[in-house]
């Protein structure tokens, strides 16, 4: 594979927090390719996870940031403009969190001061970081932003519960600021949908599991993995897709476009061959 395609580029990269991380996969591509790095995460995060570590195989410099804080994101972006010496060239929002996940609260019974949570730090955070990065002009012309979506924006899936919504208004922010940043400053905003991915963040979903699973047997090509979907991310950050935007471009397989696979009917038929519930 070309390695060079983002020689010359500087980026931030957001939602690094171990190596399962899909943020992390694209920290390591992005600097095989030649790119120069911040790489930021939450105090917390940095705290309690290993983005040093990534930071000293990757150069790049660690700036902590809360999503939520406009003072941090402020402070990121016009300190990521210091060291890079001015603009840069693209940036990836990877990050999601919903407490009511994490407390398995389901969504008929949410609480609503989490679904708050929820939306800001998995959904306002891209507004935030796209307003700064507005406000400071701070993306060269042909940059590219990158965010990282998932199929219960359009579909229900159970147990995704107020991520969904979160996913929702991500991608309607992509399209929105994507007008803008086209308009104003020749810069591309687009989300990835990727299919389920065992990482931190995934693995907290109720039935991740049984996700997984599923989405494989319906998928033609098989879920994507963490490396794959930096491969994408590479792709959309490059000269190559210079006219992508406004768009959410599904990572998954071919599962969105699915009904029902051969694989997963003869699953869900053995399911009733052993436990004997015909009449059920
Ligand atoms: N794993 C999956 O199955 C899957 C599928 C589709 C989309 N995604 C999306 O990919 C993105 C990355 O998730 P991941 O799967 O790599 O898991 P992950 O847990 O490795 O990453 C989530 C990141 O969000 C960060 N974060 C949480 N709160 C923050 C805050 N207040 N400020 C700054 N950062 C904060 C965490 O520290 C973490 O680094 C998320 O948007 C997730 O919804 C994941």
């Given at each position: ?15 690094a927090?171990n190596e399962?991380?899909?943020?992390w996969?694209?920290a ?11 790489i ?9 996870g290993t983005i040093h570590e990534l930071a000293s195989v990757t150069?790049a410099?660690v ?218």
């Amino acid at each position: 594979m070309n390695e060079g395609l983002l020689k010359g580029k500087k980026g931030v990269i957001f939602g690094a927090l171990n190596e399962k991380s899909i943020a992390w996969q694209v920290a390591l591509k992005a600097r095989k390719h030649g790119a120069e790095l911040i790489i930021t995460n939450s105090p917390v995060a940095v705290r309690m996870g290993t983005i040093h570590e990534l930071a000293s195989v990757t150069d790049a410099r660690v700036i902590t940031a809360d999503a939520t804080s406009m003072t941090d994101i402020d402070n990121l972006i016009s300190e990521s403009m210091r060291h890079f010496g001015g603009k840069f060239d693209f940036i990836l929002h990877s990050i999601g969190m919903s407490p009511n996940v994490r407390k398995a609260i389901p969504y008929e019974q949410t609480n609503y001061e989490n679904m708050l949570k929820t939306l800001d730090i998995s959904a306002l955070s891209f507004h935030r970081i796209l307003q700064t990065a507005y406000k400071y002009d701070a993306l060269n012309e042909w940059g590219s932003v990158v965010a990282l979506s998932y199929v219960a924006a359009q579909r229900t899936l159970t147990g995704y519960n107020d991520m969904g919504d979160a996913k929702a208004l991500l991608e309607s922010i992509a399209r929105s600021f994507g007008y803008i940043y086209g308009r104003d400053r020749k810069v591309r905003i687009n989300t990835i949908s990727q299919s389920p991915t065992p990482t931190t963040a995934g693995s907290g979903i109720h039935g991740f599991e049984s996700l997984v699973d599923f989405s494989e047997r319906m998928s033609p090509l098989g879920n994507a993995t963490a490396e794959e979907c930096a491969d994408y991310c590479i792709a959309l950050f490059s000269d190559l897709t210079r006219k992508v935007t406004m768009q959410n471009l599904y990572h998954d397989g071919g599962f969105s476009s699915m009904g029902m696979s051969l694989k997963a009917i003869e699953q869900y038929n053995k399911s009733f061959e052993e436990c004997d519930c015909a009449d059920k």
